[in-house]
C-alpha cells in the first residue's frame, strides 16, 4: 500500500497516535478534593465518594436510603466550613501539591528513562478524573502505562478503588495499553528514610516532643478482619520509622484518625490518645501522618487544626504537626525510583530486564535450583 493511501485510510482515525516513538505515560492518582469548598460542590463530591461501594461496604439499599435521606443532607454544609479552613487561593492543598509532585515525578523520569514520558495527575473521586487523565495520556501517545496511586499504605478503600477506576476507563478502550500498578510502597527504604529525615528536621527546627503519634486515617475496622492488609502496613511503616530513628518503645505509638459512620473503626483513635495523653500530664506531643502524601484536609484542618485544640484544652502545651512529604526532594526521589523499578523490562527503563541484568548470575541461580536452562 502506498504512504498516499495509507495516510487517507487513517485520517479521522482515534487513540494512540503512530508518528513518533512509543511513549511511557505515568498516571499519579490521589483521594480527591472537592471543587470549591461549597455546600453544592461538597454535596458532589461527597455523593461520587460515598457511594463507592469500596469505600463504604454495605448492602446497597440500606446505604442508599441513609446516603441520601441522612448523609448527603446534613454532611456536605458540615465538610464545606472545614475544607474553608485549608483552600488556598490557588485551591484545595491535596490538588496543588498534586501537581508539584506530578512535574516532580515527570522531571526525574525525563531524566532518567530512555525514550518520551508523560504524566498527568488524576484524582478517584472529582477532578480531574481518572477517565481523563488516562485519555489524556493516550492522546499524547502512551502506549504503556504505570498507575502511581500516592497511598504508601494499600487499603481495598482507596488503592483497591484506583484500580477499580482504572479498569472502568479501559474496559472502554478497544486497545488497552500495556499497565503496571503499584500497590503500595509502605516499606520502602527510601520513604522510610524521608520519613525519617523529614522528622529530624522538624525536631531541629521546633524542637522534640515528649512523644510521636503516627496517625493514619481509619477504615471500618471489619475491613481489617476481611483481610485488608492496611492496618498491618500502617503498623509496619510506623515500627520502621521508629527503628530508624531509635526511639524507644514507650516514645511513639500508632493510631487512627478521621472516624465516620457509627461502626467500630481501627483503633485507638487518633482524638482519644491526643486527650489521653494531655490528661496524663503530657506537655508536647509531636504527630505525624505517614499515610497522607501530601497535606489536606485531614491533616491541616483535623490534626494541626483539631486536635492541636483537643491537646491544647486538656493540659497539653504544644501539639506539633509534622508536615506531609508533599513534593520534597527525597519523596520525589523515592516515587520516581519506585516508578522505575515497575517498569523494569520495558524499554523506557533502559537496559535489559533485571534478570538478565547478570545472565551469570541467573544461570548460577538456575543451575542451583536444578533447571535445566
Ligand atoms: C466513609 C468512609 C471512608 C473511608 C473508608 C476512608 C478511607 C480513607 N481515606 C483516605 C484519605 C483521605 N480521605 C479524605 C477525606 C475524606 N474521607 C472520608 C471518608 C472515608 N475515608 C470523607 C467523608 C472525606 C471527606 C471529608 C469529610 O467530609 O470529612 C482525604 C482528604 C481529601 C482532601 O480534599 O483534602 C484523604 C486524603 C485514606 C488514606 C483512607 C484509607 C486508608
Ligand atoms: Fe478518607
Ligand atoms: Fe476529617
Not at 194 to 218: P, Y
Not at 339 to 358: F, K, N, S
Request: hydrophobic share 35%; charged share 30%.
Amino acid at each position: 500500500m502506498s504512504q498516499l493511501t495509507v495516510k487517507s485510510l487513517y485520517e479521522g482515525r482515534k487513540g494512540f497516535r503512530h508518528d513518533d516513538k512509543p511513549r511511557l505515560g505515568v498516571l499519579v492518582t490521589n483521594l480527591g478534593t472537592p471543587d470549591a469548598p461549597t455546600t453544592p460542590a461538597l454535596r458532589r463530591y461527597l455523593a461520587e465518594f460515598l457511594w463507592d461501594p469500596r469505600v463504604v461496604e454495605a448492602p446497597r439499599w440500606l446505604w442508599w436510603l441513609i446516603l441520601n435521606g441522612i448523609v448527603l443532607r446534613t454532611r456536605p454544609a458540615k465538610s464545606a466550613e472545614a475544607y474553608r479552613e485549608v483552600w488556598t487561593d490557588e485551591g484545595s492543598p491535596l490538588l496543588l501539591i498534586g501537581n508539584k509532585q506530578t512535574d516532580g515525578i515527570l522531571k526525574r523520569l525525563r531524566e532518567h528513562c530512555d525514550g518520551p514520558v508523560v504524566a498527568e495527575l488524576a484524582m478517584r473521586y472529582g477532578n480531574p478524573s481518572i477517565a481523563s487523565g488516562l485519555q489524556k495520556l493516550r492522546d499524547q501517545g502512551a502506549e504503556r502505562i504505570v498507575v502511581l496511586p500516592l497511598y504508601p499504605q494499600y487499603s481495598g478503600s482507596t488503592t483497591g478503588s484506583t484500580f477499580d477506576a482504572v479498569a472502568d476507563e479501559l474496559k472502554r478502550w478497544r486497545w488497552v495499553p500495556e499497565l503496571r500498578f503499584i500497590g503500595q510502597y509502605h516499606d520502602d527504604e527510601r520513604y522510610i528514610d524521608a520519613l525519617a529525615a523529614s522528622i529530624q528536621e522538624h525536631w531541629a527546627e521546633h524542637g522534640r516532643g515528649e512523644k510521636m503519634l503516627f496517625s493514619f486515617h481509619g477504615t471500618p475496622r471489619r475491613y481489617l478482619l476481611d483481610g485488608d492488609p492496611y492496618h498491618c502496613q500502617c503498623q509496619k511503616t510506623a515500627r520502621l520509622v521508629a527503628e530508624k530513628l531509635e526511639l524507644p518503645d514507650d516514645a511513639w505509638q500508632v493510631t487512627f484518625q478521621s472516624l465516620f459512620g457509627k461502626e467500630v473503626w481501627l483503633q485507638p483513635y487518633t482524638d482519644e490518645t491526643v486527650e489521653k495523653l494531655a490528661k496524663s500530664g503530657l506537655k508536647r506531643l509531636d504527630v505525624i501522618c505517614p499515610g497522607f502524601s501530601a497535606d489536606c484536609l485531614e491533616t491541616l484542618e483535623e490534626i494541626e487544626g483539631e486536635n492541636a485544640e483537643i491537646f491544647e484544652e486538656h493540659g497539653g502545651e504544644k501539639l506539633s504537626y509534622i508536615k506531609a512529604l508533599n513534593d520534597r526532594e527525597d519523596h520525589l526521589d523515592m516515587l520516581a525510583g519506585v516508578v522505575m523499578e515497575h517498569i523494569q523490562g520495558w524499554p523506557e527503563a533502559g537496559g535489559p530486564p533485571r534478570t538478565l541484568r547478570d545472565p551469570e548470575a541467573t544461570m548460577a541461580r538456575a543451575r542451583k535450583l536444578g533447571s535445566e536452562v
